[in-house]
């Protein structure tokens, strides 16, 4: 064992433990691969505002958000008057409620392309629910996506992840819009459907050059093909979504994490002409059920979550991040070692190398990033085994300041190589 994970078992011995008694009842002591890391994973006992706290009583400053749905931090004041108040009149019934009418409202008004809504649990029910109008729209199987692209865990969607075409499933490389265009010429007949990220999350934060969507979205409109923007994770980024700041037209939006206020949730949006598919008064129209869909607890929660979510808050997380990517450069210099970040907004992505990759999921760094991960955790920093870092509206200048000087000192210790 190298000295990074001595002190880190140190520190974490209830975590340990609690690891032993999940293997007895989980697969790898997990239900969350995204969440598993060697060698073993913190077990969280409660969140508040920018920080959680493990079983250890260790506190840790909170720079992932459940992987960035947690826009507000943990525990925040106006989601939980919201989910208790749902809470005592209900939190399920098979009809509408105000607070789904409400969130829906809210998303029609804030994103561009979004006439109508329609909500379901996460973002790969989101997916799924896009895959399913595309293909009924179209009378056509495949599905176009980016290498390395990541729309939730559904089959045909979820196939690109590992860079490898699927049986209903082609790649272009993101970035590089003849990629998409050639394909969508060629068969074009045979594709219901373009999905993209508008900025790549799982292939390392990776933001579109100029002209990249509005050409691809052009040519998947030639080829009769719908256009679909997986916002879950970007809708953070404007007040409209990363597709306001990209001018982008997507023929569906999918949405999610944020707009649960951190409750399950996901949704997809696009023009009352294409979401007319839902509507069971039509003939012919697409059966969509689900238990929970919409519900009031849910519903509430992410009404609050997206009306707190200002632009104004929107732009002081970027000028946050802005800063944090240059510390954390410098205390790399500093300390001698590769290191490179992708930043966007109030995401970013941090490497161990002296550039940052192409989008992959593959890391030619993964032992020292590895290193890093475990590291932070000791110096009281959470953040994604992969390096992602998302921050949220209540991280204050001072947090900012200290999550530098904290990754400075597990830098260091990633530099003495461990040992």
Request: proline share 4%; with cysteine.
């Amino acid at each position: 064992m190298s000295k990074i994970e001595d002190q880190y078992r140190a520190a974490t011995a209830k975590s340990a433990e609690m690891a032993k008694r999940s293997e007895r009842v989980m697969p790898g002591g997990d239900t969350r691969s995204s969440a598993h890391y060697r060698p073993y994973s913190l077990t969280v006992v409660r969140g508040e505002g920018p920080y959680i706290y493990d079983a250890d009583g260790n506190r840790y400053i909170d720079l992932l958000g459940n992987y960035t749905s947690l826009v507000h931090g943990h525990a925040y004041a106006p989601i939980v008057a919201a989910i208790t108040q749902a809470a005592k009149t209900g939190t399920a019934w098979p009809a509408r409620s105000e607070a789904q009418v409400a969130l829906a409202e809210l998303l029609c008004d804030r994103v561009g392309s979004v006439e109508r809504v329609r909500f379901c649990n996460s973002g790969t029910e989101a997916g799924m629910l896009a895959c399913h109008v595309a293909r009924r729209l179209t009378g056509r199987k495949l599905i176009l996506m980016a290498r390395y692209g990541y729309h939730g865990s559904y089959d045909d969607l979820e196939a690109g992840l590992a860079g490898h075409d699927g049986e209903r499933t082609m790649l272009a490389d993101f970035g590089e819009a003849t990629s998409f265009e050639a394909l969508l010429t060629e068969r074009g007949q045979e594709i219901a459907a373009v999905f993209l990220e508008p900025v790549m999350g799982s292939a390392g934060v990776v933001a579109p050059p100029s002209g990249f969507l509005e050409r691809v979205g052009e040519a998947a409109h030639r080829a009769g093909a719908l256009f679909v923007l997986d916002e879950v994770i970007t809708l953070r980024l404007a007040s409209g979504g990363a597709q306001a700041i990209f001018d982008a037209k997507p023929d569906l939006t999918m949405m999610g994490k944020i707009i649960g206020g951190g409750l399950p949730v996901g949704a997809i949006g696009g023009s009352a002409e294409v979401m007319r598919a839902f509507d069971p008064r039509a003939r012919g129209s697409i059966y969509h059920s689900g238990t929970f869909n919409g519900n009031p607890a849910t519903c509430a929660a992410g009404a609050v979550s997206v009306k707190e979510l200002t632009q104004e808050k929107i732009d002081k997380m970027d000028k946050q991040a802005q800063k944090l990517a240059g510390e954390l450069k410098r205390a790399a210099r500093a300390h001698e070692l590769p290191f490179s970040v992708r930043q966007c907004g109030s995401l970013m992505n941090v490497f161990f190398t002296s550039e940052a990759p192409p989008a992959t999921i593959n890391r030619e760094d993964a032992r020292m990033m590895a290193d890093f991960h475990l590291a932070a955790l000791s110096h009281g920093l959470f953040i994604a085994p992969r390096g992602l870092l998302a921050l949220s509206t209540v991280i204050t200048d001072e947090i900012v300041t200290e999550v530098a000087e904290r990754a400075a000192k597990a830098m260091a210790d990633v530099a003495a190589g461990g040992a």
